[in-house]
Each structure stands twice: as C-alpha cells, then as structure tokens.
C-alpha cells in the first residue's frame, strides 16, 4: 500500500506494513486488554457495516463523547470515516448548552458515549436536539443501546463491497471531522478539517519524531482534541502500541505499568509532576537533600547540545547517575520523548526535564492547522528551547507586519462549519490569521510572544502583552494560575490563584498554620511572599509593563468552574466579571 492519503489508510497501513499484536490496549477489569492490527481492521470495518444497515449515509455527522481515550473511540472513528460520514468529538466537560448547540449545528444523527456521566447530560438535552436517531455508549449501560450491537450487527460481511464503494468514493480533499473549538468568548466554532489537512500533518510531523516501530506510547490527552488524535494516526502510522491510560488520576501507576517511549503533554501535567518531585525532595534531610537541589539547580541551566561546556556535562553526567534516574524511573523506565502543545511550555521546565534525561519538544499549532505548525526536534540541532521549533516541512509561515503569525499549507482547515463570514475573517489570500504574535530567528525557529486580541493598551496608551507576564510568574512554584487585567487602567494589575498545595508546604515549613484556601489567600504573610515572586517577574519587564497590585482568589481555577476552556486556556472575561469586586478595590471603581 502506498503512504496514506485518507484518514482510514492508517490503520491498513499498519496492518500491511508494521503489523502490531499489541495494536491499542485499554484496562479494563483490571487487566490490559490488547487487540492486534487485524482484530483493529475487522473491528472497524463491523462497525462500517452495520453503520450502512443503520441508513448512514456519506457526510452524515456522527458524534462521540469520550470521558476517557479508548480503543472504542478509534475503531469508531474509523468505522465512521470508511462509510464517507463525519466524526464529530465532543469534549465530555462541556457544559449541557454546548451539547445541545453541536448537538445541532453539526446535525449529528447518532451519538456515541463513553458512560453513564455523559449519557445523563446528552438525555438531559435530548429533546432539544432535532436530529438524534439514538444514542449508544461503550460501557454497559442498562436501558442503553452499546455499541457491541453494532460490532454484531456488522458481523456478517455480506454488505462490505458496498463499504468498500464508499471509502473509494472518499476523496483525500473531503471533510473528515468536525471540531467545535471552546471559545474564550461565544459559541464554539465548528472547524472543517478534510482527509488530506490531518493526513499531511501526520507525514510531516513523522519527519520530527524519533518514533521507532515496536515502541510503546501512553495516550491520555483528550482524543477530542486535535494534537492527540493527529498522534494516534502518527503512532499508526509508525507501528507504536498505543496504551489509552485510565484518566489523569491513574497516569502515575499507569506511565508504570506501561513503560512507554513517548507520550505528549501539556505543561500543566509537567508542572504537577515537577512541583510533585519537588516536595519529595524539600522532605529529604542533610546530604541527601544538598544533594537533590544541587541537581535541581544544576538542571536549571541545561543547554542543548553540551552548550555549557565539558564541567557542566560532567556534573551533569553525575546527577543523572545519582538523582535523576530516579525522576526516569517515576516516569516508567523507558521514557525517551515528550511531545508538548496546547500551551506555552516554562522554559525552566523544558531545561530540567531535559536535563534529566526525559527532553520534552514543544511544538506549535492551531486546531484550524490540523494542528501542527513547528515543532523542535533533538535531532540535527532542531532543538532550541524557548521555541516551538522550526516549521514543518510543506507549510510556510509569513510574520505580518502587526508580529501576528500567518501559516499557509495543505494541513489549513477547509473553514468554519456554516460560517462563511467567520472563515473570510481568519483565511485571507490563503493564509490562515492565527491571533498568534511571534518572530522567526535567523535559524528558522519561531518564537510565540503573545496573543493578539489579548494585547491590550492601559490609559497612558502603553501596550501590555498579558501572556509574556503570566508566562513569567507562572515560573513561580508558589503562582497556579494569573490573569493579567487593566485595559484602559493606569496600570498593569493581576488575579493570581496561588498554587495551594505548595503553599501548605512552605507554610509548614515556616510554621505557619495552613488552613483552607479562604484562610491563606487572607494572610498578610501569604500575600507578602507572593509579592517577592512578583517583584521577581516584574523585574524582567518594562516599567509600564509591570504588575503594580495584584489581588489572590481562593477558589481553584477550573474547567467546570468556568474559569477555563477545556483546553485550559483562560476565559477572561468570565474571570473578570467573577472577580468585578477584586476587580473595583484594585482600580476604585
């Protein structure tokens, strides 16, 4: 078979050219279930079937709602895309109004859950959606259609050459999916993305990677999401046995029980394995203890390539030997490559993972770019940290004269769902607008510096970039989450959710009684040591760029709070219409 050029060649590919026994593998009861390239195929190709018995026809929509990865979820998604229909993923964490709304705009005929927590919420607004023949899940769910009816219902073969009309139909220029972006502000957008967007994404991103056939990668980001699911065709692609883990509570014993080479990330799960390493070793005693900060601090100041020269590599060498290894084995074993996205990664982060032996590339994309865009590579000195790396090859990207970053190529989305107004906005003269501001260096890395429409100018007429200042004192262990704020004010000011975990920890330490959030946020000492880390991060900032006053909340910044989108990026304005009265004492008014 030649390279793949729809989305459901993948899996034939792997099947004829890097066959896997252990294709995906999910926990269930206990055990790892595995099911091999072929049972994968057939499995799919059942779901095909019965999907024609049903009366799908080609460019039918289709929903799934997973709380979990899963191996259902792929061979749904390829039954789906065989027949010439359209998956449609929805985030399981989305309010019920939103279910409704993609519900409907998308006009889904069928919808598939994972379990009874998202089958309560699409019953809830059942009768509000039009279009819904019936709803199966995966798990069994009494008085609920499961999906192995399908699997039966396909099991005779006699209907296939009519599946396999359909998929010869299906051209690689065709709409494979649509994802409903979470917008900070607003409904959510339906992003058309065809066969060929994601397929070429794949083939250039493969040119980034050091995936070998026969590795293992643990799969736990949402495969709703557009980066994980392009890294589940990849690792097909590739022949990597993709493990789904049980949920972000488990991934601990799960990155144990597994033992993968490679898996993707968001910094916000680097920053809880971090701060959870650190901990441990704030509890150790004596030379055990210099020693674990020696290491610490010396990981601090990692330069790719041995840029820091023979002593620091030596050094390094011996904390690799004596602490590190054991920050390896937390993490299985075997971990080689960590893919990250979705936000920006600290740079500290970057360093001290490397550093220990486990580096962590950082790439750079949009849902609307499939998604990838640039991504750092360890090979060939494609690694520069502090960037997203170099752009992929077949794309091309042009810095406008506003900073804002333009991307053209075959991986940008065919536009919004039934929005041609929106789409005209974004897509002009075939570039995508991506809100994005960045700079390209003489070496061809591209660099993220803020977002546009999140620059703002306080009343002196001073523009302020909110992101490049969070960034900064995210860096700080003590600082979860801020919000920069004071557009049209005198001056720059900040919410901060404090990290509350760690800040117990320094509170024992220094012995100061640690009671509920409410409790801590209204210390004077609290207050006073966060504004140490402000100071800190203030000082790499211009004076009308620094924070002047900030404000401490004592709830925990959430998805289902509403503070964030599902993919953790902040929701502004909601934060700030929660927050008016810190909002009021800070600006008077």
């Not at 499995?43 to 799908?56: H, N, P, Y």
């Not at 916000?268 to 070793?281: F, M, N, P, S, T």
């Not at 919004?416 to 890395?445: C, M, R, S, W």
């Not at 998805?559 to 800070?586: A, Q, S």
């Amino acid at each position: 078979m030649e390279n793949p050029t729809r989305l459901f060649d993948f899996p034939r590919y792997q099947a004829s050219h890097c066959r896997l026994d252990k294709a995906m593998v999910r926990k269930t009861d206990g055990q790892w279930q595995a099911i091999s390239s072929e049972t994968y195929l057939d499995q799919a190709d059942s779901i095909s079937r019965a999907l024609l018995r049903l009366g799908v026809k080609a460019n039918d929509k289709i929903a799934l709602i997973s709380m979990t990865n899963r191996t259902e979820w792929s061979i749904m998604d390829t039954g789906i895309l065989q027949v010439g229909a359209q998956n449609v993923p929805i985030y399981p964490t989305i309010s019920e109004d939103d279910y409704a709304y993609i519900l409907n705009h998308s006009e889904a005929s069928y919808c598939f859950v994972s379990c009874t927590e998202v089958l309560e919420k699409v019953e809830a607004i059942r009768k509000d959606v039009s279009g819904l023949k019936a709803v199966y899940s995966f798990d069994e769910i009494q008085g609920c259609p499961n999906w192995k009816e399908l699997l039966e219902s396909g099991a005779d073969p006699s209907n296939q050459e009519d599946v396999q009309a359909r998929m010869d139909a299906v051209q690689p220029k065709d709409l494979a999916t649509l994802i409903y972006t979470s917008g900070t502000t607003g409904r959510p957008k339906g992003v058309m993305l065809s066969h060929e967007n994601i397929v070429s994404n794949v083939l250039a991103s493969k040119e980034r990677v050091p995936f070998e056939y026969g590795g293992t990668a643990l799969s736990f980001l949402p495969v709703c999401h557009i980066f994980e699911r392009m890294i589940l065709y990849l690792y097909q692609y590739c022949g990597i046995s993709i493990y789904y883990a049980e949920g972000l509570e488990s991934i601990s014993d799960n990155l144990k029980e597994v033992k993968p080479n490679v898996m993707t990330v968001v910094p916000r799960l680097l920053e809880k394995v971090y701060d959870k390493i650190i901990a441990k070793g704030a509890d150790l005693t004596g030379i055990k203890k210099a020693l674990f900060f020696w290491a610490v601090d010396l990981g601090l100041k990692f330069e790719p390539y041995g840029a820091n020269g023979g002593w620091y590599e030596f050094r390094l060498k011996l904390a690799r030997k004596i602490i590190f290894k054991k920050w390896v084995e937390g993490l299985g074993g075997n971990l080689e490559t960590m893919v990250s996205g979705s936000a920006a990664l600290q740079p500290r982060l970057a360093r001290i993972f490397a550093a220990a032996g486990i580096p962590v590339m950082e790439g750079y994309g949009l849902t609307e770019t499939s998604p990838v865009i640039s991504v750092n590579d360890q090979r060939n000195g494609g690694w520069k940290i502090g960037s997203v790396g170099r752009v992929i090859s077949g794309v091309e990207v042009q810095i406008a004269a506003d900073g804002e970053i333009l991307c053209k190529g075959p991986n940008v989305m065919m536009g919004y769902y039934k929005d041609p107004e929106k789409t005209a906005e974004v897509i002009q003269n075939g570039y995508f607008h991506t809100g994005d501001i960045g700079e390209l260096d003489t070496d061809g890395f591209l660099r993220i510096t803020d977002r546009k429409k999140e620059m703002f100018k306080t009343s002196g007429g001073k523009y302020v970039a909110p992101q490049l200042l969070e960034n900064r004192m995210k860096q700080s262990r003590f600082i979860e989450q801020v919000m920069v704020i004071g557009e049209g004010e005198k001056m720059p000011a900040a919410f901060i959710q404090p990290n509350f975990e760690f800040l117990a920890e320094w509170a024992k330490r220094h012995e100061i009684p640690s009671g509920s959030p409410e409790e801590m946020v209204a210390d004077p000492r609290v207050a006073e040591r966060i504004q140490q880390e402000v100071d800190l991060a203030n000082s790499h900032f211009g004076n009308w760029e620094k924070i002047k006053q900030f404000r401490l909340t004592p709830d925990t910044w959430s998805v289902d709070g509403g503070h964030l989108t599902p993919t953790m990026k902040l929701r502004r304005k909601i934060i700030k219409e929660k927050y008016r009265d810190l909002y009021k004492d800070i600006y008077g008014h």
